[in-house]
């Protein structure tokens, strides 16, 4: 069965603290994202990775992906405020479009 | 350049009626997905559409159907609704082939009374 799981589901963090969000997956799979979803809002794009190994940063967020562990990480560093918002991950499933969401992870940075 | 646009913004139907939703991709792209998100949940593969065909299907009953025009825009329907069937319904527009980079729309939610 195709599952992905996101860990922790809510998140409460301080300003300025570092926190990472991990993200498995039940079947190999090379194509992983991360999205950013505000209350009431759609889904913004965050990251693409596409190989083992790979990893993003932009901003305070920097994403991995370790395809043999089948494993990605979405890492905050010194968090603010803004980055309050649930964030999910998704993977894309053999040659199919088929693209699969975790159940996300709803961040809540406090002063 | 116009992002992905959903029409309308907000809709409320009662059981057993049909609705209609609507979508634009984003200029440049061909390949329409569309997603229903639960209150509280990740988004859920519905259907894909490519060159006006469904390419791709998600776990859902017939009642849900979609169409993909010449312009490459999109409708999806649903028939015989369900109170769970309330949810908010996500377009997403790609260029086929290209890293199945997605890009979302505002979305419709869909209150079913």
């Known amino acids: 069965e195709l599952k992905v799981e996101q860990n922790p589901l809510f998140l409460s963090m301080q300003e300025g603290k570092n926190y990472t969000i991990y993200c498995n997956y039940s079947?190999?799979?090379?194509?992983l994202y991360w999205y950013r979803q505000d209350p009431g809002k759609s889904l913004e794009s965050l990251f693409v990775?596409?190989?083992?190994?790979a990893v993003k940063q932009e901003g305070r967020l920097m994403a991995s992906l370790d395809t043999k562990a089948r494993l990605s990480t979405l890492h905050i560093t010194a968090a603010v405020h803004d980055l309050s918002a649930t964030y999910f991950c998704?993977?894309?499933?053999?040659?199919?479009?088929?693209?699969?969401f975790g159940a996300g992870t709803r961040l809540t940075v406090k002063p | 350049d116009a992002g992905v646009t959903q029409s309308p913004t907000h809709l409320i139907k009662t059981r057993g009626q049909q609705v209609t939703l609507r979508c634009s991709p984003k200029?440049?792209?061909?390949?329409v997905s569309w997603y229903q998100q639960a209150l509280g949940q990740g988004p859920q593969f519905i259907f894909q559409?490519?060159?006006?065909?469904?390419?791709q299907r998600g776990n859902f009953p017939d009642r849900f159907s979609g169409h993909q025009f010449p312009n490459y825009s999109s409708e999806l329907n649903v028939n015989a609704l369900l109170l769970g069937d309330s949810a908010l319904y996500l377009c997403?527009?790609?260029?086929?082939?290209?890293?199945?980079?997605?890009?979302f729309g505002p979305g419709t939610r869909l209150t079913v009374t």
């Open positions: 997403a527009s790609s260029q086929w082939g290209q890293n199945y980079e997605q890009y």
């Open positions: 079947t190999t799979s090379d194509r």
């Open positions: 990775l596409l190989s083992n190994g």
């Open positions: 998704a993977v894309v499933f053999g040659l199919v479009n088929d693209m699969r």
């Open positions: 200029s440049g792209h061909d390949t």
């Open positions: 559409y490519y060159e006006e065909e469904e390419r």
